[in-house]
């Protein structure tokens, strides 16, 4: 029995504690799908803003550590507009936005002449951050330590001075702290197709946690020790499917919390592996980290089998060193999403149009 780990370090932080796990049949859960359009990157819209935090080219909000806050804009509505600055205020969910900057209470952020070329996506490469291109603007501005807690509130004003009346956008966006996710699913490479074993992906967000495997093969079990994984770590482990398979052929995962707690468990066999019909297992929010290279069908049917929801697809510049129309990331808010919470709106970015969508058969 072939056993490989890699655990990576992201970007996150804090903890909810489910022991719900289910586990869904990727083509039934796709069944009810219906794929949304399209949508070539084209530039945002005149004067449209958007609120992403977390450091590029990720998109992880969470409170209690220094993160980026990238401002996406389109071209100005004016050309007086072209000459003022951004101020920029988190606040507590439940409050409005002043009216103008100066009468808001927190600490404003401020983007000197926000459009200046300097601010200007010039050349449109990679991702489609937002769905941002050439034409439109982005500034990040790294260290900025969210204080609240659950959901906070994103002001912005676009005007020459604080006392402006110039309330562009109020825009809600759910902090991370509290989730816990973790899938066991067996997603072909878009390279190379059916892949040979099957992989676990878990985080905790915001506390380390520990985890066990037993795995069975051919009425053997080979335990391994409990592993501990930091806080905001993603842990991955493959089992390759051996050509000598037998009945009741699988692994069962343990989660344990730091304290000792029950996170939940999940269990997966060889069967739900190579099923024609693939299954996923999961528990907890959405883990999205294995969506990495692989087919559009696969990528749409596991975003709904986790418990969210898929919004657009958006076409990145075609590599030709990468499948063309393969999925090469999830995204929220313009940003790689590597987990979210339940019922989450996510992008998947495709590297080019598919083949069958270029020569228009079906």
Same mark, same amino acid.
């Given at each position: 029995m072939l056993r490989s780990v890699r655990r990576r370090r992201a970007l996150v932080g804090a903890v909810v504690i489910s022991a719900l796990a289910a586990s869904v049949a990727l083509a039934d859960a796709g069944a009810a799908l219906a794929q949304p359009a399209f949508a070539p990157v084209l530039p945002l819209a005149r004067g449209k803003l958007l609120v992403s935090l977390g450091n590029p080219p990720q998109w992880l909000p969470e409170s209690g550590t220094p993160t980026g806050l990238t401002l996406f804009s389109g071209a100005p509505r004016s050309a007086r507009a072209a000459a003022y600055n951004a101020y920029i205020a988190l606040q507590r969910g439940s409050r409005r936005c002043a009216a103008t900057p100066a009468g808001d209470h927190e600490s404003l952020l401020e983007i000197p002449s926000y459009y200046t070329t300097q601010n200007l996506i010039a050349h449109q490469s990679g991702s489609p951050f937002a769905g941002a291109q050439a034409g439109d603007y982005a500034v990040t501005l790294p260290g900025i330590t969210v204080r609240l807690r659950r959901l906070v509130r994103a002001c912005v004003w676009i005007a020459a001075t604080e006392h402006a009346r110039s309330l562009r956008l109020s825009e809600p966006i759910q902090l991370l702290n509290g989730l816990f996710a973790a899938t066991v699913s067996a997603l072909p490479s878009a390279s190379s197709g059916v892949g040979g074993a099957y992989t676990l992906n878990a985080i905790d967000v915001g506390a380390p946690f520990r985890y066990a495997v037993t795995t069975t093969q051919c009425g053997i079990q080979y335990h391994d020790?409990?592993?501990?994984?930091?806080?905001?770590?993603?842990?991955?482990?493959?089992?390759?499917?051996?050509?000598?398979?037998?009945a009741g052929d699988g692994s069962t995962y343990s989660f344990t919390s730091a304290t000792g707690g029950a996170l939940g468990s999940l269990s997966y066999s060889v069967a739900q592996a190579i099923a024609t019909t693939p299954t996923v297992a999961t528990v907890g929010a959405c883990e999205l980290d294995p969506i990495s290279v692989i087919p559009l069908a696969d990528a749409t049917q596991y975003v709904q089998a986790v418990g969210c929801r898929v919004r657009r697809l958006l076409l990145a510049p075609y590599d030709p060193a990468l499948p063309r129309g393969a999925v090469i990331e999830a995204q929220v808010d313009g940003g790689?999403?590597?987990?979210?919470?339940?019922?989450?709106?996510?992008? *998947?970015? *495709?590297?080019?149009?598919?083949? *069958?969508?270029?020569?228009?058969?079906?």
């Open positions: 020790a409990s592993a501990a994984v930091a806080d905001g770590t993603i842990a991955t482990e493959s089992v390759a499917i051996e050509s000598n398979q037998c790689l999403a590597e987990l979210a919470p339940s019922g989450t709106a996510v992008d *998947l970015e *495709l590297n080019g149009r598919p083949a *069958l969508a270029v020569s228009g058969r079906r």
